[in-house]
């Protein structure tokens, strides 16, 4: 067995000596702080204080740009101070100091170029802001948005509350967008709809202090677009800017416009409507104006399309009675209702609208009739032929039982009338009258049924003459 050889320990070898820090120059320190970049604490070789110093910066600055809030800028100003004097404290500690000049330079050039950075970019963000304040105070949101539009994120770090406010004028010029935008399919569309929607944010815009002239400006464009080429449309816009009632502020130059275009579209929505048959609304819109603009130059014209709108729906509703009448009991005959355009009645004949049974009413003359309900000035609703006055009683034999006499009594044809004026819808006389004619004729033929007793009573044979002497009262007055 063999054994290594005996290694006596040696001694340990000495630690070097610390190395003594560097010389440190105080003021390239402290300008190297000032760059808010933790140069300084790089140069005293404190690595953890220079990263705090960088993500501190960081933070103020994100915190700064998005909140454009004051407080932050004077955080940040405050850190930059501290910054820059705790490196001054922390390099005049240094046992050993010595001048850097080669440090200093190019720490104080850093420095200065991040304090003119700041401070021109500050300087801009004021005439950017002043450019924005000045086009807005003009109407021109165009202009507005196109100087909003310079800002970049060297404006938002180095001057976020001065560029801020141009932000909200940029959104409110989006919402004026939205607004013309509103307004212009109201005016295409007559929308009231869209009016309302446009004057709501319009509105809503106007709340928010300096939005005066802008929104002046969507509104006095809308204004300048009426009348519209459809003068019902421009009605429907006018009454409803006519309706909305002061609100004491801009939106109200909205009414001298309405007031000055409404008569003149209501008269032409009215004439339109005059042709397309639609007399109710027209008559509505011809009223409008003499209810709102009584002493408008077009008064007379509505005045007249009032009467000749009445008329119309007179007519109409009389032609439809007169369409719906099957007999005496139905129809006009069972709801007479007047038409003003009707011939008046007076002394003389008239044409007379013969409704009902038209046994005998078909015998008159066809210069006493009339289909058309505008050309007459009478209805005539005539019922069922019943027995008028007895004429003669006369005996018969029925040829198939000479046993079998039989008596038959003849009777004038009476007709039962309603007799309207049409003009006023009045009822007039006669209740009826009796048509005269032949009777008790040398044969009566009848048809002949089993157990038949006879043919019982009868009618006078009429002639057309009789029928016109009988009716003759009735369109003659």
């Known amino acids: 067995m063999t054994y290594p050889a005996y290694d006596p320990p040696r001694p340990p070898v000495p630690a070097e000596p610390p190395r003594p820090p560097a010389p440190a120059d105080p003021w390239a320190v402290a300008l190297g702080n000032a760059t808010l970049l933790g140069i300084g604490y790089l140069l005293l070789r404190r690595w953890r204080l220079a990263a705090i110093?960088?993500?501190?910066?960081?933070?103020?600055?994100?915190?700064?740009a998005s909140t454009a809030r004051t407080r932050y800028e004077i955080l940040l100003l405050l850190w930059w101070a501290a910054g820059t004097a705790h490196g001054w404290f922390l390099a005049r500690r240094r046992p050993e100091q010595a001048v850097r000049r080669g440090q200093r330079a190019g720490t104080l050039g850093l420095a200065l170029a991040v304090v003119l950075t700041a401070v021109l970019l500050r300087a801009d963000a004021y005439g950017i802001e002043s450019r924005v304040t000045e086009a807005r105070e003009d109407g021109d949101c165009e202009a507005a948005v196109a100087a909003q539009g310079e800002v970049w994120w060297g404006h938002r770090l180095a001057g976020a509350p001065v560029v801020e406010p141009g932000d909200a004028?940029?959104?409110?010029?989006?919402?004026?967008?939205?607004?013309?935008?509103?307004?212009?399919?109201?005016?295409?569309?007559?929308?009231?709809?869209?009016l309302g929607r446009g004057f709501g944010t319009l509105a809503g815009v106007l709340n928010e202090p300096g939005n005066e002239r802008?929104?002046?400006?969507?509104?006095?464009?809308?204004?300048?677009?009426?009348?519209?080429?459809?003068?019902?449309?421009?009605?429907?816009?006018?009454?409803?800017?006519?309706?909305?009632?002061?609100?004491?502020?801009?939106?109200?130059?909205?009414?001298?416009?309405?007031?000055?275009?409404?008569?003149?579209?209501?008269?032409?929505?009215a004439d339109h409507l005059m042709t397309e048959d639609a007399w109710q609304q027209a008559r509505t819109h011809y009223q409008r104006l003499l209810?709102?603009?009584?002493?408008?130059?077009?008064?007379?014209?509505?005045?007249?399309?009032?009467?000749?709108?009445?008329?119309?729906?007179?007519?109409?509703?009389?032609?439809?009675?007169?369409?719906?009448?099957?007999?005496?009991?139905?129809?006009?005959?069972?709801?007479?209702a007047r038409y003003s355009g009707a011939p008046p009645y007076r002394k003389g004949s008239h044409r007379a609208l013969f409704l009902g049974d038209s046994e005998y009413t078909d015998?008159?003359?066809?210069?006493?009739?009339?289909?058309?309900?505008?050309?007459?000035?009478?209805?005539?609703?005539?019922?069922?032929?019943?027995?008028?006055?007895?004429v003669q009683t006369c005996s018969y034999e029925n040829d198939k039982s000479r046993y079998l006499p039989h008596q038959v009594t003849f009777y004038?044809?009476?007709?039962?009338?309603?007799?309207?004026?049409?003009?006023?819808?009045?009822?007039?006389?006669?209740?009826?009258?009796?048509?005269?004619?032949?009777?008790?004729?040398?044969?009566?033929?009848?048809?002949?049924?089993?157990?038949?007793?006879?043919?019982?009573?009868?009618?006078?044979?009429?002639?057309?003459?009789?029928?016109?002497?009988?009716?003759?009262?009735?369109?003659?007055?």
């Open 291 to 336: 209810d709102t603009y009584p002493d408008d130059a077009r008064a007379d014209e509505a005045r007249d399309g009032v009467r000749e709108a009445t008329l119309a729906i007179e007519l109409d509703h009389v032609r439809g009675l007169v369409e719906n009448t099957s007999g005496a009991d139905s129809g006009y005959c069972s709801r007479p």
């Open 53 to 64: 110093a960088v993500l501190g910066t960081a933070v103020l600055l994100d915190l700064t």
């Open 363 to 390: 015998k008159l003359p066809g210069s006493w009739r009339t289909g058309d309900p505008a050309r007459a000035a009478l209805v005539v609703c005539a019922g069922a032929a019943e027995n008028g006055a007895a």
């Open 412 to 477: 004038k044809v009476k007709i039962p009338l309603k007799v309207y004026e049409l003009r006023t819808g009045k009822r007039l006389d006669p209740r009826s009258v009796q048509i005269g004619g032949g009777s008790c004729p040398s044969v009566l033929r009848y048809e002949y049924y089993m157990y038949d007793l006879g043919p019982g009573d009868q009618f006078v044979s009429t002639s057309k003459s009789g029928v016109r002497d009988a009716f003759r009262p009735v369109v003659r007055r």
């Open 169 to 194: 004028v940029v959104q409110a010029c989006h919402r004026l967008d939205g607004a013309a935008a509103t307004l212009a399919r109201a005016a295409r569309r007559g929308s009231t709809e869209d």
């Open 214 to 269: 802008t929104v002046g400006t969507v509104l006095d464009a809308f204004l300048d677009g009426l009348p519209t080429d459809d003068s019902c449309d421009t009605a429907a816009l006018t009454a409803w800017l006519r309706d909305r009632g002061p609100s004491h502020d801009v939106l109200d130059r909205s009414a001298g416009p309405a007031a000055r275009t409404e008569p003149a579209a209501l008269v032409g929505c």
